[in-house]
């Protein structure tokens, strides 16, 4: 499956971003698909991810300010960001997997990756 990011811009604290991941090659509703994020210096870290039957998963950093969603008839998937944070600047990735659902935070565990986004808040 092909991937594709998008989304990602110029934000002031407190600001909203929408992001879209978008699927060619296959269907997400057979897959795990993740975002992680990127930050200049710092790991790739697990932000948040949609099973192909529903679930959701967050990091605790962004609980109660993101939402992860699918839309199956557009094979996409949105990751609505509210009351971003400077600490939130990154790039963002979306990826896939069909890996156990315990291991869905571990980015070596998905194998299609889309190209990344770049989010920035700031003032």
């Known amino acids: 499956v092909q991937l594709q990011a998008s989304g990602g811009g110029l934000v002031q604290p407190g600001g909203s971003l929408t992001l879209s991941c978008a699927a060619s090659?296959?269907?997400?509703?057979?897959?795990?698909v993740g975002w992680f994020r990127q930050a200049p210096g710092n790991e790739r870290e697990f932000v948040a991810c949609?099973?192909?039957?529903?679930?959701?998963k967050y990091t605790e950093s962004v609980k109660g300010r993101f939402t992860i969603s699918r839309d199956a008839a557009k094979n996409t998937v949105f990751l609505q960001m509210n009351s971003l944070k400077p600490e939130d600047t990154a790039v963002y990735y979306c990826?896939?997997?069909?890996?156990?659902?315990?291991?869905?935070?571990?980015?070596?565990?998905?194998?299609?990756w889309g190209q990344g986004t770049q989010v920035t808040v700031s003032s």
């Open positions: 090659g296959g269907l997400f509703r057979s897959y795990t």
């Open positions: 990826a896939t997997t069909r890996v156990v659902w315990g291991r869905v935070t571990e980015d070596n565990q998905y194998a299609s």
């Open positions: 949609f099973s192909w039957d529903g679930k959701t």
